[in-house]
């Protein structure tokens, strides 16, 4: 069965620290694909990125990148130099063949200024 | 700018009475989803459309429907809402035929209270 556990509930940094939430999964498929969104407190789901499981290469994008490692079953995202802007949640998720996507619970991240 | 759109941004209605939430895209994107939210959980699916192809989850109550009358619109109906059923709902759209590579492409939601 598909789980996504996003262990860390809140997460609060003072702006410029780096931050790094952490996404674990569970699958069966060997075929899969990870994503992270973010939700501002505006409500919208904002896709970040998407990895296919057959690309362990990490990403970097900006000041965000993600550690993808299928030995551990995670797809971590670091936030570098972290600013009052990223506070929002976000969303890991896991999509297998088929339409469903599930979503982890999300981890909250507070960037004080 | 292309994009998905949910009317109204917040809902109010009473115990029982049927509404309705809208959501419209610019994207033409072949898949919509509806999604629940309840507060400080994650979105949890409630059913899609592929085209004019309506799938439903297994565990979405009887009392929600969904409705596609084009590509471009999808509305949810809550035909007797109770006070369980107060979240925030999302709508997403996705291109191709929804499979897992799709990127989802998300509303800014309706909040539903239920009084």
């Known amino acids: 069965a598909q789980k996504v556990t996003q262990a860390q509930t809140e997460i609060s940094v003072v702006e410029k620290e780096d931050v790094t939430l952490d996404c674990v999964y569970e699958t069966r498929d060997t075929t899969y694909y990870l994503f992270w969104y973010k939700q501002p407190p505006s409500g919208e789901l904002v896709f970040l990125i998407r990895r296919n499981s057959f690309d362990e290469q990490n990403e970097i994008s900006g000041r965000y990148s993600w550690n993808f490692q299928k030995s551990t079953s995670s797809f971590n995202f670091t936030i570098t130099a972290s600013q009052v802007v990223d506070s929002a949640v976000y969303f890991c998720a896991l999509s297998e063949a088929g339409f469903k996507t599930i979503f982890g619970a999300g981890t909250r991240l507070f960037v004080k200024a | 700018d292309a994009m998905v759109i949910q009317n109204p941004r917040y809902q109010v209605t009473q115990f029982g009475k049927p509404v309705t939430l809208s959501c419209s895209q610019t994207?033409?994107?072949?898949?919509m989803y509806w999604y629940q939210q309840k507060s400080s959980q994650a979105p949890k699916l409630l059913f899609h459309?592929?085209?004019?192809?309506?799938?439903n989850e297994a565990d979405t109550p009887d009392n929600f429907q969904s409705r596609r009358p084009n590509t471009s619109f999808c509305f949810l109906d809550i035909r007797s809402p109770g006070l369980g059923d107060a979240a925030m709902y999302l709508c997403a759209t996705s291109e191709g035929q929804g499979g897992p590579t799709d990127t989802q492409y998300f509303g800014p939601g309706t909040r539903l209270t239920v009084l």
């Open positions: 459309y592929y085209d004019k192809d309506f799938n």
């Open positions: 994207l033409n994107h072949n898949v």
